[in-house]
């Protein structure tokens, strides 16, 4: 079964990275068929512009509430009426250009969200793909940090933090696959696509953060650490701060997400 569920990731890999070759180092998905067409726009493009556009955050609610671009509108690019929710929006904001974003150069949905709407006959749609923390770092005054608190960039969480709780795909994957081992997935649809990692073990909880919740309670009263999947990293960092309140004492990520790790084994650093 293990070695069934590794080539089909490897498969998957392989086809992306074949599909990817024309893209920048920095934005290795723009040049996967799929989104060759989309129109990519950097942030010095539309800073001055923002006020101007719809601005489409397709994250889940849980990380749009953590931190947000201001007036961006949350539709989760992964349920089921994206479309009609994003037409609801155009229609109460009529001839603005729709502008779509989510956590980085990595995140796919972004991407996943500018196919759907062209599937759907939108195509006066960018993409900004350099995410919310590019946008945090760079023009911080148009944040919205948790509910409407004055935003500042040392409000995210620190690079030491998160390095502390970021494993090689190779020292997460055997620390995981332990028998006792607490594995949630958070991963929206579109990225795991119904592939568990560890035979079923792990729960997929689509960054639901009532779902995840007895997870957290768990790790906290059996002492064992709490594994987290994502796609990229740039999800689980946000899922931080409600593991940090809670006093979560353990609890890790794979650094680079599953990326890295489809990433690790085309190049044989992890065996399957």
Not at 22 to 47: M, N
Not at 49 to 71: C, P
Not at 140 to 155: A, C, I, L
Request: net charge neutral; charged share 25%.
């Amino acid at each position: 079964m293990r070695k069934l569920i590794t080539s089909l990731l490897v498969g998957s890999a392989l086809c992306l990275t074949q599909t990817a070759t024309a893209s920048p180092p920095e934005f290795p998905h723009r040049g996967i068929h799929a989104y060759q067409s989309q129109h990519f726009v950097k942030l010095d493009e539309v800073r001055d512009r923002l006020d101007s556009l719809q601005i489409v955050d397709v994250r889940s609610a849980y990380e749009y509430n953590i931190l947000h671009i201001g007036g961006a509108r949350n539709i989760p690019v992964d349920e089921p009426d994206f479309i009609k929710h994003l037409k609801q929006a155009m229609a109460e904001k009529p001839g603005k250009t729709v502008m779509f974003y989510c956590n980085g150069h990595l995140c796919i949905q972004a991407y996943e969200a500018a196919r759907l709407a062209s599937e759907a006959g939108i195509s006066d749609t960018l993409v900004f793909d350099g995410g919310v923390r590019e946008m945090a770092m760079r023009v911080p005054e148009r944040m919205v940090f948790r509910g409407g608190q004055p935003f500042q960039t040392d409000k995210l969480l620190s690079s030491e933090l998160l390095a502390r709780h970021e494993l090689p795909p190779e020292e997460f994957m055997k620390r995981a696959s332990g028998k006792d081992a607490l594995v949630i997935d958070i991963r929206h649809h579109l990225q795991h696509k119904g592939i568990s990692l560890f035979a079923g073990r792990d729960r997929f909880v689509h960054f639901d953060l009532d779902a995840i919740k007895p997870y957290m309670e768990q790790a906290k009263s059996s002492g064992r650490p709490l594994y987290i999947v994502d796609d990229s990293g740039g999800q689980a960092v946000w899922l931080y701060y409600a593991l940090e309140e809670a006093g979560v004492p353990e609890y890790y990520t794979i650094k680079g997400g599953t990326q890295a790790y489809f990433s690790a084994l085309l190049r044989g650093v992890i065996r399957s």
